[in-house]
């Protein structure tokens, strides 16, 4: 922990988050979670997932931490044999074993293990 900062602000930081977190949460599922949306709006929360769940992976597929931030063969690989399985059977299960199959095979057989 950085000597500059003392363990109240820490504190104080964190539990400011908390509220923010909680206010923003609430303020869309306690004041209009009970209320019927409009058909635009219900739209597009079907591809929130769709928007977040590559800004997710991206960083670890690009990025990697395991290789100290150096493009990953291996990861690459799986991420494109887990897109194209996805496309193939429009199943989310189906595509994270054939891209978690790929990515350990894939460091099995460079000898990373």
């Not at 003392?6 to 009970?34: K, N």
């Not at 929130?48 to 769940?53: C, D, I, K, P, Y």
């Not at 597929?61 to 150096?70: E, I, N, S, Y």
Request: avoid cysteine; charged fraction near 10%; proline fraction near 4%.
């Amino acid at each position: 922990m950085n000597s500059s900062m003392s363990a109240g602000y820490i504190w104080t930081i964190i539990i400011v988050l908390g509220v923010g977190t909680y206010l923003i949460r609430f303020s869309f599922l306690g004041l209009i979670g009970d209320k019927d949306l409009p058909e635009w709006v219900l739209r597009h929360l079907r591809y929130t997932a769709v928007a977040v769940l590559p800004g997710l992976v991206a960083p670890l597929v690009l990025w990697p931490a395991a290789t100290d931030g150096q493009v990953d063969p291996a990861r690459l690989s799986a991420a494109l044999v887990t897109f194209g399985a996805g496309l193939l059977t429009k199943n989310v299960v189906a595509a994270i074993t054939a891209g978690g199959a790929t990515l350990f095979s894939m460091i099995w057989l460079m000898g990373a293990y």
